[in-house]
């Protein structure tokens, strides 16, 4: 038995982590820690296991093989490296830390410890990005010329317990939606073409996205970025936090003989359309909405699964610290390029 601790108890760990963890029969999920008081009481009455009381008591138990760390951003890092010192393995909820020196912090330490560390990166999991991976890899499509990919909602009000929340100040949360949706969709692009991102030019703006006063938050609500890849594919990434009627989380990718449509048809959730012959549809799961997880629909979405697996197996997860630091490089060379106004070369190693 692998057993649990989660650290931070708001809407991702409510949702997906505490659920996910009595659904795998390999875990015992022995408790929780927040700062804010009450939250962990709330989820081990919900979830059992017991309030810590603090990060520092969970951390401290030696018990605990394994944490979530679901903590607003700016924690990331600090809760993280604790963990790792402590012993811990650790599921990191995205975007993996604040700066990009935190980011290569926790990569060092991951390795230096032994221990697993996986990042969040849900949408590795969902099944049409996963089978879209493979056609890619297997030529159904030849070699790919281009993509757009696109996430966006009405923003993280509509998602978290707090209406002051954290995610719209960056002294808290560090990055506005391009560190939000943006990270997803920047990782999923290296997932699905299996090379990384090496050249971006972005711009950022917040345009309507308001705190209570009427005044703009002081983050990014919209961001939009020119990917190059180091094969030389071009693409775009447009995130927002200011889609204000319906949720969008689709990528098209374009290659010399065919173009896959990943949930763009609500019908299916992916489409592969030849450039010769016959059109394939296939129904896989859906990406799970805010809308639809705050009205109580729920599915597995593989992340725990695949973690608690990792442990089992001394396996590396399939996004690793490595990985994420990857795709987290990538994010950082869009927020200078949109700072500076020229394209910005992403050094991948
Ligand atoms: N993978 C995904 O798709 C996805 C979706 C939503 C959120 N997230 C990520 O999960 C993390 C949590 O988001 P959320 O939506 O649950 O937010 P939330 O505001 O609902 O909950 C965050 C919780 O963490 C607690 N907290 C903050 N700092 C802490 C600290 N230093 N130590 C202990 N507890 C602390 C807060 O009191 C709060 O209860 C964020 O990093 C977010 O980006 C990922």
Not at 78 to 98: N, Q
Not at 162 to 184: K, T
Not at 270 to 295: D, W
Request: hydrophobic share 40%; aromatic share 8%; with cysteine.
């Amino acid at each position: 038995m692998i057993k649990v601790g989660i650290i931070g108890c708001g809407r991702i760990t409510e949702y997906r982590h505490a659920p996910e963890y009595l659904e795998n029969k390999d875990v015992e999920l022995l408790g929780f820690s927040d700062v804010q008081s009450g939250r962990a009481k709330l989820m081990a009455e919900k979830f059992g296991g017991r309030d810590y009381g603090s990060t520092e008591a969970l951390l401290a138990d030696p018990e605990i093989d394994a944490v979530s760390v679901c903590v607003a951003n700016v924690y990331h890092a600090e809760v993280t490296l604790a963990a790792l010192k402590a012993g811990k393995h650790v599921l990191l909820e995205k975007p993996m830390a604040a700066t990009l020196k935190e980011c290569e912090d926790i990569a060092r330490a991951a390795k230096e410890s032994g221990k697993i560390v996986m990042l969040g990166h849900n949408q590795r999991f969902a099944p049409a990005h996963i089978k879209a991976r493979e056609m890619i890899a297997n030529g159904a499509i030849g070699r790919v010329l281009s993509f757009h990919t696109v996430f966006g909602h009405g923003g993280p009000e509509v998602w978290t317990h707090d209406p002051n929340s954290w995610f719209m100040r960056r002294d808290r949360a560090a990055f506005g939606v391009l560190g939000d949706l943006g990270i997803h969709k920047t990782d999923l692009i290296h997932f699905l073409l299996d090379e990384p991102i090496v050249e971006v030019s972005a711009q950022m703006g917040t345009l309507n996205k308001r705190y209570a006063d009427g005044t703009l938050i002081d983050l990014e609500d919209n961001a939009t970025a020119l990917y190059r890849t180091r094969s030389g594919a071009m693409g775009t990434m447009h995130v927002s936090w200011t889609f204000t009627a319906c949720e969008e989380n689709s990528t098209r990718i374009y290659g010399t003989k065919g173009v896959l449509r990943l949930y763009d048809d609500p019908r299916f959730s992916l489409i592969h359309e030849p450039a010769e012959g016959e059109v394939q549809q296939f129904r896989f799961r859906g990406l799970t909405s805010n809308e639809e997880q705050k009205a109580g629909k729920r599915e597995n979405t593989g992340v725990i699964n695949a973690f608690v697996e990792s442990i089992v197996t001394g396996r590396r997860p399939p996004v690793d610290a490595q990985e994420a630091l990857k795709a987290m490089r990538v994010v950082f060379a869009a927020i200078e390029s949109a700072g500076s106004g020229r394209s910005v070369a992403v050094d991948q190693e």
